[in-house]
């Protein structure tokens, strides 16, 4: 069974991922029915090791998938793989971290994913990925322990740390990591 993990609005049409990594445009633009289109139809076939995948709208006119998951040399660790959708063509092309986010700071989590230029927010990394990943409160049970909460990873180096202090026991119950971003 396939569950959807992220969806988000881009170009006018809105698109949803699934957690086998499906891609779907939906028209919403008219009072029948929404209709629904295929673009990566069978996933990416990478679904027994992901955790989640976001979608982000970029400033410059791409659909990303930012997909986490288990890393296989180091246990207990978290690797991510930023993906362009490339909807005329209907595949995803794996980009490099060094150039996937054009030197802007991504922000994902249970709201909506946004870019940002350090450049005008001089507080944050580029290249760098702002997690809230607060359902992940059973992370121990995945052997990731240090996934929880406020995350940022980066990309180039595929290291993270926390924001915040790690989340406790009620937080865990009770998420409170949600990004609060400026009408930019």
């Given at each position: 069974m396939d569950l959807y993990a992220d969806c988000v609005s881009h170009n006018g049409r809105f698109y949803?991922?699934?957690?086998?990594?499906?891609?779907?445009?939906?028209?919403?633009?008219?009072e029948e029915e929404p209709s629904r289109e295929a673009i990566i139809?069978?996933?990416?076939?990478?679904?027994?090791?992901?955790?989640?995948?976001?979608?982000?709208?970029?400033?410059?006119?791409?659909?990303?998938?930012?997909?986490t998951q288990r890393r296989r040399d180091h246990r207990g660790k978290i690797k991510v793989v930023v993906l362009q959708v490339d909807v005329e063509e209907r595949r995803l092309v794996?980009?490099?971290?060094?150039?996937?986010f054009q030197d802007q700071a991504v922000f994902v989590g249970l709201n909506e994913s946004r870019c940002l230029h350090p450049r005008e927010f001089p507080e944050l990394r580029p290249n760098c990925i702002y997690f809230t990943?607060?359902?992940?409160?059973?992370?121990?049970?995945f052997g990731l322990d240090d996934w929880s909460g406020v995350v940022i990873y980066d990309l180039e180096s595929q290291t993270s740390a926390h924001v915040l202090p790690k989340?406790?026991?009620y937080s865990k119950l009770c998420p409170w990591h949600v990004w609060l971003i400026p009408n930019v």
């Open positions: 949803a991922v699934t957690m086998c990594g499906a891609v779907e445009a939906w028209d919403l633009s008219t139809a069978a996933g990416d076939g990478r679904y027994w090791r992901v955790l989640t995948r976001f979608l982000v709208s970029t400033p410059w006119g791409a659909l990303l998938q930012i997909r794996r980009l490099s971290p060094a150039t996937a990943t607060p359902w992940l409160t059973n992370a121990e049970s989340p406790d026991h």
